[in-house]
């Protein structure tokens, strides 16, 4: 959600988990049959259509930096219905203008869609599950993903998809100020969880310590 006042920008998110080490489900699987898969460079013409970029190129580019892409198809195959992007180095948060860095055997997902024909099916949570299973095959250890705070689809789909809240984050910019994070712990989340997310940012977020607890970030 952003918010304005006089000259400071709000604008607040979360941060969801997901351990790898433990059963990947989800109680609401897709409402219609898809076939998904790990789509390659091989796919870029496709995928920029179905991302609404003019040129290839920027998906090239992704591929280059070693970026994966995930996609669903129906219809046997003739229809991109969903793609979602991962990054096992470090990407941008566009949304908030961060950098997340991950540590060893982590993924962050990022850019995620399902083509608005097709909204609604649960096919998002049914990708992020499939992306789960692959990225686990890969060796790695937990998943991140984030969402505006006024973003209810992706926060559902998200949750539905099995991901537990982290962490809220607020960005904090203005004029003739330094832009802060603040990071807001959601009640029980495991410290080791919280720090792992901590250590993905640069000293720039800071982390909130709720009023009786004494973390320390
Ligand atoms: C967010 C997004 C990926 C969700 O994709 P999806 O495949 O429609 O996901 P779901 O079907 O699980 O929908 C999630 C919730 O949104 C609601 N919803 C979204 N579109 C809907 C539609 N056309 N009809 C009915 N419900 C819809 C539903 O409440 C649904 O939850 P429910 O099925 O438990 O009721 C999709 O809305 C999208 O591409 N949005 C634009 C890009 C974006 O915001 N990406 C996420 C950030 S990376």
Redesign the pocket.
């Known amino acids: 959600m952003s918010h304005v006042a006089a000259s400071v920008v709000e604008h607040t998110g979360t941060f969801w988990s997901l351990d790898l080490d433990r059963p990947i489900t989800t109680s609401?699987p897709a409402r219609l049959p898809a076939t998904f898969l790990q789509a390659g460079p091989e796919r870029a013409e496709e995928l920029a259509m179905a991302m609404e970029v003019a040129d290839p190129a920027v998906v090239m580019e992704r591929f280059a930096r070693g970026c994966q892409c995930y996609v669903a198809y129906l219809d046997g195959g003739k229809i991109l219905a969903?793609y979602g992007w991962v990054s096992v180095n470090q990407e941008e948060i566009g949304e908030l203008g961060l950098t997340i860095r991950l540590r060893a055997r982590r993924a962050y997902i990022?850019?995620?869609?399902?083509l608005p024909p097709?909204?609604?099916?649960?096919?998002?949570?049914a990708l992020l599950v499939y992306m789960a299973r692959v990225l686990r095959e890969q060796g790695l250890r937990r998943l991140w993903i984030g969402?505006d705070a006024s973003?209810?689809?992706?926060r559902?789909?998200i949750e539905?998809a099995g991901f537990q809240a982290v962490a809220d984050v607020t960005r904090i910019a203005g004029v003739e100020i330094k832009t802060r994070y603040l990071l807001r712990p959601r009640p029980g989340v495991p410290e080791e969880v919280l720090q792992d997310l901590c250590q993905s940012f640069s000293q720039e977020v800071e982390l909130v310590v709720p009023p009786g607890e004494s973390r320390s970030a």
């Open positions: 609401l969903s990022w850019d995620c869609a399902t097709y909204r609604g099916r649960r096919l998002y949570p969402a973003n209810y689809a992706s559902r789909g539905v």
